[in-house]
């Protein structure tokens, strides 16, 4: 994409920024750099609960992570091949960058950031769909915020987002089955290794109803066999 198509929208941001409080400033400042760890306490909580859910949650929770790097290399990749310089560098007449400009060979297009939370939020809503108004608010944040502080362009975190997320939503499609097949492998292993990475699950709670009720049934029978 031509980098002249959003700098206007560039500069309107950064003066943005400039014209805001000293704490929002920090503020972002910390957000865009430290922001990402956020998905990954969602993407540990998210592995810890799915322990003692079924192998299904399971094999989800472990694709989140891994569905976020298979974005971000993506977008390394594309990021090596298009190699645009930031804005921060080359737009002119725009507002000073609140953070330091990333130097030359540190390319623009995408923002790695930017993919990397629209990959983690697609991976955790299809995890746990109940967590989309949570992390899509995050990752478009995180998204503004290399704007707002000026080290990208509105068009690197626009495609970022989208880059992330359409990877992110592939590889969990296309690994889900093999992902479940290996949960359901791990935890009937037996391992202790296994049991404290895929935890007891739902299926000894199922193996404990089922026999439950057979042995009901059984106690039910003989009381009829009695009665005759």
Known sequence: MDSSATAPLYR???????????????????????????FGVLFITGWWRARRADETALALAVLAPLATAFAYVCSE????????????????GAAA??????????????????AIAG???VALAIAR???AWLTVPLALLMAFSRVFVGVHYPHDVAVGL?????VSAAVVAVLYRPARSLA?????????????????GRSTERSTGTAGRS??????????????
Not at 77 to 92: A, F, G, I, M, N
Not at 106 to 111: L, N, Q
Not at 162 to 166: D, F, Y
């Open 12 to 38: 309107d941001i950064t003066d943005f920024a400039h014209d805001m409080p000293s704490w929002v400033q920090h503020l972002a400042e910390i957000w865009t750099e430290l922001g990402l760890l956020v």
């Open 77 to 92: 990749v594309l990021k090596s091949v298009v190699d645009e310089e930031r804005p921060c560098r080359t737009v002119v």
């Open 162 to 166: 989208l880059l992330g997320a359409a």
């Open 129 to 131: 769909p109940r967590l």
């Open 184 to 200: 359901r492998t791990v935890r009937g292993s037996g391992a202790p290794a296994a049991a404290l990475v895929s935890g007891p």
């Open 215 to 228: 042995r009901r049934r059984g106690r039910g029978s003989r009381r009829r066999g009695g009665r005759h």
């Open 97 to 114: 960058s609140l953070v330091p400009c990333p130097p030359t060979g540190d390319w623009s297009f995408p923002s790695n950031h930017s």
């Open 119 to 121: 990959a983690a939020a």
